[in-house]
């Protein structure tokens, strides 16, 4: 930097030579001279908007090593700019974004140049914008743009860091993502649902261009139809002719464009398919059975014989199942017909056995001709009998109204919370009353649930309390205060260490739990929250009320991260899947809705019950919801299709009251007349559960519920041949040391 006597200096050598006098009789210093010549350079150039000069003028403005030359150049710049000169525009929003020159920065926002590239105005605008902690407002399209042709490495990676704050997050993965595309291509797969319809577009569009010369490209462009439906670009690939890596991909992609020619070319025998779908998110499965039932196409299931795993056989709807039985049966091809009844849910698997036996089929196999016979003739007394749940057990709690219910972790324990001071426990299976009753100062408890460890008591009072017992003793432990409503939900952490409560305050309060203490508390714009269910391991939390939407908040920090638009009326119930992301919303209107809580996306909308649900319940393993209406109807939907498996009434003139055991075993039911009843879904659930290898079955347990008294004649038939077609199955006993599982045909051991 030319110091203040070089300046000095060169004012007085350039005098002399303005003079007249022989530059060479003057003697000027070597950096100085260079000092002059860079000036002199600069004042040629300013006028010169070539883009030789202007580049000249960006490399200096940018590069020089005096500030005065950096400054004489950036102003050089401006000169040109003002002029119209749109390259020395964009020479200094370059200088501004990646050398953060306070002197071009302002240049630029003062500045009203019409820009030669718009995109890099578009990366200095944003760049502007959030570095001032306002919410930019600009073109997605440009703004990629811009990130990719003129950011640098670094500057990407505080631009990504920037963007996290913002609702450009998305965005700004994405373009990291395709300016480093060797290794990341893959992962725009799974982001692809949370970004915006704008940045879809771009997403595609990047795709498409990189498509030309990147096979993986091609690849994630046709999965982003195949997993997400994108019909754009499932467009791009049909037009180009691109197809996915594997194997199984293939056979499914051409599933799913509907071009059964190139399809059975390569899977001719569905083994491919069928690979694809055990391989399938649950949301590509329900999208591949919706396109099989729209086409008609559902005789694929008949492959099903050469999987090691089918579990997801209890994805398929009761029409699945119709349409693929229908179909083999049209098509008589009954050999497959046998080999799905064994894999199949002993309900449909009996269907089956009956469509063979009427067809009068039999198996090759002489040995197997007679079980055939003989399990064909049980499942005719299936199909002819309806299936009937009856109550396991009644109990009364004492004439008092009762308003909440819980089951204990181990099904020990039934408390129920009452509108009178006490809450009444019974031990099970006995159902003798436990003395002494809990006891508190309010007049009614609303809502009540067990410690994980089935310690403890939470019990939450119209007084606005939440209250602690120790059961064991019946004792007291602990009072939480802080509401200033009435508290109609809790919700208790997966781990067990967080406790909330949510009133008609619309207060939404964070305790630590078990010891008591409130460390956070939330304002939700929803009065009178009637609901509140834990998601995601424990990460987010949902709250309901007597409002139009359903919050869903980010823990620990308290954010909401979104809201599910629901009737204005409100709702009354919330159901979380365990480990998931499932919400169920039982609005007012009794209409229940099933959402993905992380994106916001409806899954299903389950038709209209006959009155407000009363009780909203996930199976444990998370393919089934139970819901039961305040008249009394209890349904239970296949989670996959947002179909009704199956549906009973309970004797209840009007139910105020649910609880599910944590096994998925129990459901109990209560009124406004004390009474209580124990209804055992064993049964059910396993009559609509596939049969897998890997699933110890609980023949025991099947033998020992056919003699309880609370179960029906037409159930008790239904159990025996659920137990004589798992036999068939599995017909070995060897004694090993050590359980082994022997694939059917090994051997023929009948037990």
């Given at each position: 930097m030319a110091t203040n006597e070089n300046r000095s200096d060169s004012i007085k050598y350039l005098e002399v030579l303005l003079s007249g006098t022989e530059p060479h009789l003057v003697e000027i210093p070597p950096d100085l001279e260079n000092d002059l010549l860079r000036k002199g350079a600069i004042l040629a150039l300013q006028e010169d908007a070539?883009?030789?000069?202007?580049?000249?003028?960006?490399?200096?403005?940018?590069?020089?090593?005096?500030?005065?030359?950096?400054?004489?150049?950036?102003?050089?710049?401006?000169?040109?700019?003002?002029?119209?000169?749109?390259?020395?525009?964009?020479?200094?929003?370059?200088?501004?974004?990646?050398?953060?020159?306070?002197?071009?920065?302002?240049?630029?926002?003062?500045?009203?140049?019409?820009?030669?590239?718009?995109?890099i105005k578009a990366l200095f605008d944003w760049l502007v914008a959030v570095e001032d902690g306002n919410e930019p407002n600009i073109n997605l399209e440009l703004l990629t743009e811009g990130f990719l042709a003129f950011a640098t490495p670094s500057l990407q990676s505080a631009i990504f860091s920037r963007a996290a704050q913002t609702r450009y997050r998305n965005w700004a993965q994405m373009a990291v993502w395709f300016a480093t595309p060797k290794d990341n291509l893959r992962k725009l797969i799974d982001l692809y649902p949370d970004l915006s319809q704008a940045e879809q577009e771009i997403c595609r569009s990047y795709l498409e261009k990189l498509a030309q010369d990147h096979q993986e490209a091609q690849y994630v462009l046709c999965s982003l139809f195949i997993e997400h439906d994108d019909r754009d670009a499932r467009d791009i690939t049909i037009r180009k002719g691109y197809l996915p890596e594997q194997p199984y991909e293939k056979a499914l992609y051409y599933f799913l464009i509907g071009n059964q020619n190139l399809y059975q070319q390569i899977d001719f025998n569905h083994n491919?398919?069928?690979?694809?779908?055990?391989?399938?998110?649950?949301?590509?499965?329900?999208?591949?059975?919706?396109?099989?039932?729209?086409?008609?196409?559902?005789?694929?299931?008949s492959a099903i014989n050469q999987s090691n795993e089918v579990r997801w056989l209890a994805d398929l709807s009761d029409r699945d199942w119709e349409l693929a039985i229908r179909s083999l049966v049209s098509q008589e091809r009954f050999a497959e017909l046998w080999r799905l009844a064994q894999v199949a849910p002993p309900v449909w698997s009996a269907g089956i056995l009956v469509r063979l036996h009427r067809s009068q089929w039999k198996p090759e196999d002489p040995g197997d001709q007679e079980s055939f016979r003989s399990m064909a003739n049980l499942a005719e007394i299936c199909l002819r009998d309806a299936l009937d749940i009856q109550p396991a057990k009644k109990l009364m709690a004492l004439s008092d109204e009762v308003l909440s219910l819980a089951l204990h972790p181990g099904g020990s324990l039934l408390a129920a919370g009452s509108s009178g001071q006490p809450i009444f426990l019974w031990h099970l299976p006995e159902g003798e009353l436990h003395f002494p009753a809990l006891i508190g100062p309010a007049s009614s408890t609303r809502a009540i649930k067990f410690s994980l460890d089935g310690e403890l008591i939470i019990a939450a009072s119209s007084d606005q309390h939440v209250r602690l017992f120790r059961h064991k003793n019946s004792q007291l432990i602990k009072t939480l205060e802080g509401h200033r409503g009435l508290i109609r939900a809790m919700?208790?952490?997966?781990?067990?260490?967080?406790?909330?409560?949510?009133?008609?305050?619309?207060?939404?309060?964070?305790?630590?739990?078990?010891?008591?203490?409130?460390?956070?508390?939330?304002?939700?714009?929803?009065?009178?929250?009637?609901?509140?269910?834990?998601?995601?391991?424990?990460?987010?939390?949902?709250?309901?009320?007597?409002?139009?939407?359903?919050?869903?908040?980010?823990?620990?920090?308290?954010?909401?991260?979104?809201?599910?638009?629901?009737?204005?009326?409100?709702?009354?119930?919330?159901?979380?899947?365990?480990?998931?992301?499932?919400?169920?919303?039982?609005?007012?209107?009794?209409?229940?809705?099933?959402?993905?809580?992380?994106?916001?996306n409806l899954v299903h909308l389950l038709p209209e019950l006959d009155a407000p649900v009363a009780g909203l319940h996930f199976h444990p393993n998370e393919q089934i919801l139970i819901s039961v209406s305040a008249k009394g109807m209890v349904n239970l939907w296949n989670l996959n299709s947002g179909s009704s498996l199956f549906s009973f009434e309970t004797p209840h003139p009007s139910i105020n009251a649910t609880c599910l055991a944590s096994d998925g075993q129990t459901l109990v039911t209560a009124d406004g007349t004390g009474a209580i009843y124990l209804w055992n879904l064993a049964s059910f659930v396993w009559?609509?559960?596939?049969?897998?290898?890997?699933?110890?079955?609980?023949?025991?347990?099947?033998?020992?519920?056919?003699?309880?008294?609370?179960?029906?004649?037409?159930?008790?038939?239904r159990l025996r041949f659920t137990e004589t077609l798992w036999k068939w199955i599995r017909r070995y006993e060897i004694e090993i040391g050590e359980p082994m599982l022997i694939e059917l045909g090994e051997f023929d051991i009948e037990l």
């Amino acid at each position: 930097m030319a110091t203040n006597e070089n300046r000095s200096d060169s004012i007085k050598y350039l005098e002399v030579l303005l003079s007249g006098t022989e530059p060479h009789l003057v003697e000027i210093p070597p950096d100085l001279e260079n000092d002059l010549l860079r000036k002199g350079a600069i004042l040629a150039l300013q006028e010169d908007a070539s883009m030789e000069a202007i580049s000249l003028l960006g490399r200096l403005a940018q590069g020089a090593a005096s500030s005065d030359i950096r400054n004489l150049a950036l102003f050089a710049l401006r000169r040109l700019a003002d002029s119209g000169a749109t390259a020395a525009a964009d020479e200094i929003y370059q200088i501004a974004i990646l050398d953060q020159q306070p002197a071009a920065r302002q240049l630029a926002l003062t500045a009203r140049w019409k820009p030669g590239q718009p995109a890099i105005k578009a990366l200095f605008d944003w760049l502007v914008a959030v570095e001032d902690g306002n919410e930019p407002n600009i073109n997605l399209e440009l703004l990629t743009e811009g990130f990719l042709a003129f950011a640098t490495p670094s500057l990407q990676s505080a631009i990504f860091s920037r963007a996290a704050q913002t609702r450009y997050r998305n965005w700004a993965q994405m373009a990291v993502w395709f300016a480093t595309p060797k290794d990341n291509l893959r992962k725009l797969i799974d982001l692809y649902p949370d970004l915006s319809q704008a940045e879809q577009e771009i997403c595609r569009s990047y795709l498409e261009k990189l498509a030309q010369d990147h096979q993986e490209a091609q690849y994630v462009l046709c999965s982003l139809f195949i997993e997400h439906d994108d019909r754009d670009a499932r467009d791009i690939t049909i037009r180009k002719g691109y197809l996915p890596e594997q194997p199984y991909e293939k056979a499914l992609y051409y599933f799913l464009i509907g071009n059964q020619n190139l399809y059975q070319q390569i899977d001719f025998n569905h083994n491919l398919l069928v690979t694809a779908y055990e391989a399938s998110s649950r949301a590509l499965r329900r999208r591949l059975l919706a396109f099989s039932r729209q086409t008609g196409q559902i005789d694929w299931l008949s492959a099903i014989n050469q999987s090691n795993e089918v579990r997801w056989l209890a994805d398929l709807s009761d029409r699945d199942w119709e349409l693929a039985i229908r179909s083999l049966v049209s098509q008589e091809r009954f050999a497959e017909l046998w080999r799905l009844a064994q894999v199949a849910p002993p309900v449909w698997s009996a269907g089956i056995l009956v469509r063979l036996h009427r067809s009068q089929w039999k198996p090759e196999d002489p040995g197997d001709q007679e079980s055939f016979r003989s399990m064909a003739n049980l499942a005719e007394i299936c199909l002819r009998d309806a299936l009937d749940i009856q109550p396991a057990k009644k109990l009364m709690a004492l004439s008092d109204e009762v308003l909440s219910l819980a089951l204990h972790p181990g099904g020990s324990l039934l408390a129920a919370g009452s509108s009178g001071q006490p809450i009444f426990l019974w031990h099970l299976p006995e159902g003798e009353l436990h003395f002494p009753a809990l006891i508190g100062p309010a007049s009614s408890t609303r809502a009540i649930k067990f410690s994980l460890d089935g310690e403890l008591i939470i019990a939450a009072s119209s007084d606005q309390h939440v209250r602690l017992f120790r059961h064991k003793n019946s004792q007291l432990i602990k009072t939480l205060e802080g509401h200033r409503g009435l508290i109609r939900a809790m919700a208790l952490h997966p781990n067990g260490r967080l406790l909330v409560t949510t009133s008609f305050d619309g207060a939404i309060h964070l305790w630590r739990f078990p010891m008591g203490t409130r460390f956070k508390s939330l304002v939700s714009q929803v009065k009178e929250l009637f609901a509140a269910e834990f998601l995601a391991n424990g990460d987010l939390l949902a709250t309901g009320g007597a409002g139009d939407r359903v919050d869903i908040w980010k823990l620990p920090d308290g954010n909401r991260l979104r809201s599910i638009p629901v009737d204005p009326t409100g709702v009354l119930h919330l159901e979380a899947t365990p480990a998931s992301d499932l919400l169920a919303v039982a609005e007012r209107t009794r209409r229940i809705s099933i959402w993905n809580a992380v994106n916001g996306n409806l899954v299903h909308l389950l038709p209209e019950l006959d009155a407000p649900v009363a009780g909203l319940h996930f199976h444990p393993n998370e393919q089934i919801l139970i819901s039961v209406s305040a008249k009394g109807m209890v349904n239970l939907w296949n989670l996959n299709s947002g179909s009704s498996l199956f549906s009973f009434e309970t004797p209840h003139p009007s139910i105020n009251a649910t609880c599910l055991a944590s096994d998925g075993q129990t459901l109990v039911t209560a009124d406004g007349t004390g009474a209580i009843y124990l209804w055992n879904l064993a049964s059910f659930v396993w009559l609509h559960t596939p049969y897998h290898p890997g699933i110890s079955l609980p023949l025991d347990q099947l033998s020992r519920r056919m003699v309880d008294t609370a179960v029906s004649p037409a159930e008790i038939t239904r159990l025996r041949f659920t137990e004589t077609l798992w036999k068939w199955i599995r017909r070995y006993e060897i004694e090993i040391g050590e359980p082994m599982l022997i694939e059917l045909g090994e051997f023929d051991i009948e037990l």
